[in-house]
């Protein structure tokens, strides 16, 4: 049990103050005494949210290895793994999925109703989603107020790369929040062309229809759209224009110039092509490591 301390203990302070040495003492004495670390300050917070909020996994790791509990909530409902999707800590995040000596539940919702992962979708951080789903976060979990999932969050937040990722690990493109929408409803309903077309591309159906009868067509505000939806739209017909008419009137000068560069025998092309560079090397990709997870961020 979660001791309702008001006040800063003595490891709260140490933590705070970023102090390895004392918090090492204190977490060996009371240990010793058999008593419990994870106690509330004044604004129910553990030693561990502050360990998170401070960014310092060296002393998450500590408490953590001292059986403190990641699914402690704080006074927004916020567990140690919220607060690191929250403050995009992959190595805080990583340290307590891999160092933590009691099993986690990574659906714990928080008082807004999500869960870690989509904390971690709205904060846009992909290295954190990553992380979560391969640690077996449900990548077509609701939020508790609105039944979106993590791909509608990341649709409204038009995260291009991240709906690719989410899409790419499972989730379900047709999911319907508690309304009867899908991701393609907020996407067309947003005039968010590239994602319309992304999640079209990935099997979105058009005639999916919500609480008030409407399709995706329906909530359409762009014309553009609306022709992409009903199988219309050439990505590249608007690119073809006709010539300016003061283009159309230097036509014929232009022809003749051509043709007395080409009867002089002198005359020379100079064309000059680009000169080809090396493509650039792939970004590094941070990795987690298990006993040292102060990963690149």
């Not at 300050?41 to 960014?55: G, K, S, V």
């Not at 319309?196 to 990935?202: A, M, R, W």
Request: aromatic content about 4%.
């Amino acid at each position: 049990m979660v001791s309702h301390r008001c006040f800063d203990r003595p490891l709260h302070i140490a933590v705070a103050q970023s102090n390895v040495p004392l918090t090492e003492r204190y977490l060996t004495l009371l240990t010793m005494a058999h008593r419990n670390i994870d106690t509330y300050n004044h604004l129910r917070q553990t030693p561990l949210h502050l360990a998170i909020i401070t960014d310092q996994w060296p002393l998450v790791r500590m408490l953590v290895l001292s059986s403190a509990c990641a699914d402690v909530q704080d006074r927004n409902g916020q567990t140690a793994v919220h607060l690191s999707c929250q403050t995009a800590s992959t190595a805080c995040l990583h340290t307590i999925l891999t160092c933590s000596t009691h099993e986690l539940d990574l659906e714990l919702r928080n008082y807004d109703g999500l869960s870690p992962l989509h904390v971690a979708v709205n904060t846009g951080s992909q290295d954190v989603v990553m992380l979560l789903v391969d640690s077996g976060a449900d990548v077509d979990a609701t939020d508790g107020k609105s039944g979106r999932t993590a791909l509608f969050h990341a649709v409204e937040r038009d995260h291009e790369d991240m709906v690719l990722y989410l899409l790419r690990a499972g989730a379900k493109v047709n999911a319907q929040c508690y309304a009867g929408n899908t991701p393609l409803h907020a996407a067309s309903g947003r005039g968010q062309q590239r994602m319309v077309k992304l999640l079209i591309k990935h099997g979105a159906d058009i005639g999916v229809k919500n609480s008030h009868n409407d399709t995706p067509l329906a909530v359409v505000k762009t014309r553009v759209i609306s022709q992409m939806m009903r199988g219309r739209y050439k990505p590249g017909r608007s690119a073809v224009a006709s010539p300016p008419a003061d283009a159309k009137a230097a036509l014929p000068r232009s022809v003749a110039l051509l043709k007395d560069e080409s009867a002089s025998p002198s005359a020379s092309c100079g064309s000059s092509y680009p000169s080809e560079h090396s493509s650039p090397s792939p970004e590094e990709t941070p990795q987690c490591q298990g006993s040292s997870p102060g990963l690149g961020r």
